[in-house]
């Protein structure tokens, strides 16, 4: 039955419209923003999670920035210590050749106890942002360690993460290594072998503090390769739940724009319907 007051056509052509135009615009809501979920009316499940994620990635950027800086400190210490060592072996070399009594043991400790400045200098000088894991005191705050911020540790959904710290603990050069007091002053050959005893004592110091730092360095490295990658992945997780996928979506868009263009092709066809009553009239 055609009716003149009611077009039933008409009003379905119409919600069949609005409904494309509806799709129409999220499908270019999309591809403007990049976004499939942008905000918590899209997908308040996947927007929550990606909102957590999200919170998550930025935290661990700053803890490569911390590695970073922890990884330098540390590098800036154990390239110290090595040098330490290569000035140890030369005054090693000078304590061996005081052994003979013909030589000038004097002029001989003249040029250790530049070496030993040379040392001292170099315990002060291995400092980073006011950080020295070759003194005593690490931060002039009376500390024997440096905390570095690792990581962030989330155990479910919903629980708080807690952050996790790599400790890297001062190898103390300035009090074990403290040659002026500690090295015994060469004027003959047999002071010269008490103090080549003294050396090699200091020498064993020196290197395995150097490897200590060398390993914590090495960590360091090791774990900030860890947290870039760990944010690679997490970002790439992120994106697969919330970024717009552009080739489906511009297919979709192109079906949309089609669909759009027959559905207002069925509502001007179900809108003339009426007029066809006319021809009855005349």
Known sequence: MTSILTNNGAMVALQTLQ?????????QNEISTGKRVGSASDNAAVWAISKTMESDIAGFNAISEALAVGEATVS????????????LTEIKELI?????????????????DA??????????????????????????????SMGVLASLDRVGATGAPTATEITVVTVDFQTSIDLPTNLTAISDSTTAATALAEIEGFLILAIDGAAQLGADASRLTDQG???????????????????????????RLKALQTQQQLAVQSLSIANSAPESIMTLFR
């Open 96 to 112: 061996v050749s005081a052994q003979s009594e013909n030589v000038d043991h004097n002029k001989i400790q003249d040029a250790i």
């Open 115 to 144: 070496k030993n400045e040379q040392v001292a200098s170099i315990i002060g000088a291995a400092q980073f942002n006011g950080t020295n894991l070759l003194a005593a005191d690490v931060d002039g705050n009376g500390s024997t």
């Open 76 to 87: 800036v210490a154990s390239a110290g210590a090595e040098q330490i060592v290569e000035t």
């Open 225 to 251: 390769e860890f947290v870039s990658k760990l944010t690679d992945a997490m970002k790439m997780g992120v994106s697969s739940m919330t970024d717009t996928n552009m080739e489906e979506a511009s297919a």
């Open 19 to 27: 409904s494309v135009n509806n799709n129409l615009t999220d499908a």
